[in-house]
C-alpha cells in the first residue's frame, strides 16, 4: 500500500517551529521526513514519522506519532477532534509526567475544523495488550486499571474542574440531553423491531423517566474527576520492561467531568461477557480503588465506589442507542448492547430505577 502524501503538520519547517515550541530542539533544524507506517480509523489518520536533522540536535526525537482528523471523513470533520487538541493543551501539561503521551504540537482550525496532534511516539518502549476484541490477562488489565487510577486521582475533586477545566451540566443542560438520547432511541426501537424485547423497552422508559433523580449524584460534583470517556483496554499503552507506573492512556477525544468509575465501566461491562467480567470485576475494582488511596484520594470508599460503578453500569445502557444514532457499524453496536444489559441484570442495576 502507497504511503498518503505527507501532511503540511509534518513539513520540516513546520515540525522544526512545533520541536523548537516544545522545548524538545533547542538547536539545529529538521532536515528531512519520511513516514515509516500509516493507518486510518474511523475518526483520524495516524503517520509515524522519521527525522533526520541538520545541526546540533541532540536529544531530540527520532520519530513522532502525527494524528490528523481525515481529510475525507464523511459529514465533515470530526469535532471530537477539538476536543481531544483541547485536553493535550490544557489538561496534559497540567498532570504529572507519565500517565499520557508528550504532545510536541496541538492545533485546531476552528473555521476548517482540521486538527493535528504532534505526539511521542511510544512504539519501542510500549504496546497495546491485545488485538480487538481479545480481552487482556488479569495482570495487563491490572496495569491498566492502576494506570486509570493514577490519572484520575491526579484530578480528583480539583477545584478547577467545571471552572477552568470542562463544564459542569446544569439541569437544563440535562434535560435536553435526555429529550435528545430518548428521540435516539425511538430511531433505534424502531429499527429494531421485534429484536428489541418489550422488557428492554420499558427498561429504557425508566431510564428517561427516572434520569433527573440519577442525576443527583452527578450534581453532587464530588468525588468527581477527569474521564476519558471511550476507555476501552486498547486506548492504553503498556511498558514492555513492565514498569508499574509506566502505562500511558490515549485517545482523549471523549474526555469529560465525570465519575471515575464510567471509564471502569467502559472497559469492563462494555466489553467483556459475563464469565470474564464476574472473574475480574471485583478484584479489579479492588485495585482500582486501592490505586486511588496510595495516590491520596480520601472520603471515598469501597462502598462508595460500588455504587458509582452499579450507576455507571446502567447507563452504559444508553451507549449502543449512542452509537446507533452515529453510524457506529453493528458488529460493534450489537455487542455492547447486549453486553451492557447483562452487566446491568448481573448487578442488579435496575434497582437503582426504584
Known amino acids: 500500500m ?19 515550541q516544545s522545548g524538545a530542539l533547542p538547536a539545529g ?21 522519521r527525522l533526520a536533522y541538520a545541526g546540533a540536535a541532540d536529544g531530540a526525537p527520532a520519530t513522532l506519532i502525527l494524528k490528523a482528523g481525515l481529510a475525507d471523513r464523511p459529514g465533515g470533520p470530526w469535532p471530537g477532534g477539538g476536543h481531544e487538541v483541547a485536553f493535550y493543551r490544557d489538561l496534559a501539561p497540567a498532570m ?25 511516539d511510544l512504539t519501542d518502549s510500549h504496546f497495546i495488550a491485545t488485538r480487538w476484541p481479545l480481552p487482556p490477562s488479569f ?17 480528583w475533586d480539583d477545584p478547577r474542574l467545571g471552572v477552568s477545566i470542562g463544564a459542569w451540566h446544569d439541569a437544563s443542560a440535562a434535560e ?29 422508559e425508566r431510564l428517561f423517566d427516572a434520569a433527573p433523580r440519577l442525576a443527583a449524584r452527578y450534581r453532587s460534583h464530588r468525588h468527581m474527576t477527569i474521564v476519558q470517556g471511550d476507555a476501552h483496554v486498547w486506548n492504553c499503552f ?13 485517545d482523549w477525544d471523549s474526555w469529560r467531568v465525570d465519575t471515575g468509575s464510567d471509564d471502569l465501566a467502559c472497559m469492563m461491562a462494555l466489553q467483556w461477557y459475563p464469565d470474564l467480567r464476574q472473574r475480574f470485576e471485583t478484584r479489579l475494582l479492588d485495585s482500582f480503588h486501592d490505586e486511588l488511596a496510595a495516590r491520596g484520594v480520601q472520603g471515598y470508599d469501597r462502598r462508595d465506589l460500588h455504587d458509582d460503578y452499579r450507576l455507571s453500569v446502567l447507563w452504559l445502557i444508553a451507549t449502543p442507542v449512542w452509537q446507533h444514532a452515529n453510524g457506529i457499524p453493528p458488529v460493534i453496536w450489537w455487542n455492547n448492547f447486549e453486553r451492557a444489559h447483562l452487566a446491568a441484570e448481573d448487578l442488579g442495576c435496575v434497582d437503582l430505577l426504584g
Do not use: M
Open 2 to 20: 502507497t504511503n498518503p502524501a505527507l501532511p503540511k503538520a509534518a513539513e520540516p519547517a513546520c515540525l522544526t517551529e512545533a520541536l523548537r
Open 29 to 49: 533544524r529538521v532536515a528531512e521526513v519520511s513516514i515509516e507506517a500509516s493507518f486510518a480509523t474511523v475518526l483520524s489518520h495516524v503517520f509515524r514519522l
Open 96 to 120: 504529572p509526567a507519565g500517565i499520557v503521551p508528550r504532545c510536541f504540537d496541538a492545533r485546531w482550525d476552528a473555521d476548517s475544523g482540521t486538527w493535528h496532534l504532534l505526539l511521542e
Open 139 to 155: 495482570a495487563q488489565c491490572e496495569a491498566i486499571v492502576r494506570t486509570r487510577a493514577r490519572c484520575q486521582a491526579a484530578w
Open 238 to 250: 503498556l511498558p514492555r520492561d513492565g514498569a508499574p507506573d509506566g502505562g500511558r492512556l490515549f
Open 176 to 204: 435536553e440531553a435526555t429529550a435528545h438520547l430518548a428521540a435516539q432511541f425511538a430511531r433505534f426501537a424502531d429499527d429494531l423491531g421485534d429484536r428489541l424485547s418489550d422488557g428492554r423497552r420499558a427498561l429504557y
